[in-house]
């Protein structure tokens, strides 16, 4: 079975401009959740989509948005990029009960300049 | 609110050596417990997990007791190798007020394995 498979591996973005993430998950998994990972921060939870209804969102302003479509693939969009977005974006999809664990994919590392 | 608390990094541990790393959470009811690792320039994946107290969880040598009574779940590896060197992050999950996934992390701990 196929794991998590993100695009693109990387990316380099200007402050200001926007950027487009992509999961897809293992499947038969109706659960996308994305995290941002940082040295300082550590794994920060962004949100969780469940059959293309957010279920869960974590702390982030709304610059960071998601959305997942009817195959369960899912896109993250981060819109006026700032330093500080430069990250590790990782994607993990689950079946979805609440002690299902996660299946991560091996990110996205954006570097904002 | 729930936590995960996590001995801090890094542990510096020489082939063949005993490993624990420490793991206490706080939670209302009864959450399932999940140790991840992560080897460099790759994303986490699930080691072992335990659903209910007193269950052990096992994986690749690594072992984890759900300890209800003390509140822990700490990994240990009677003999680690080098290619043990990766990040390990403990995580606690129970569903919330809507009944979905509340998930807590720990900081992560960072394991180098010396030849």
Known sequence: ?113 | GDSVTQMEGPVTLSEEAFLTINCTYTATGYPSLFWYVQYPGEGLQLLLKATKADDKGSNKGFEATYRKETTSFHLEKGSVQVSDSAVYFCALSAPNAGNNRKLIWGLGTSLGVNP
């Open chain 1, 1 to 113: 079975k196929a794991g998590v498979t993100q695009t693109p591996r990387y990316l380099i973005k200007t402050r200001g401009q926007q950027v487009t993430l992509s999961c897809s998950p293992i499947s038969g998994h109706r659960s996308v959740s994305w995290y941002q990972q940082t040295p300082g921060q550590g794994l920060q939870f962004l949100f969780e989509y469940f059959s293309e209804t957010q279920r869960n969102k974590g702390n982030f302003p709304g610059r960071f948005s998601g959305r997942q479509f009817s195959n369960s693939r899912s896109e993250m969009n981060v819109s006026t990029l700032e330093l500080g977005d430069s990250a590790l974006y990782l994607c993990a999809s689950a079946t979805g009960g609440y002690n299902s664990p996660l299946h991560f994919g091996n990110g996205t590392r954006l570097t904002v300049t």
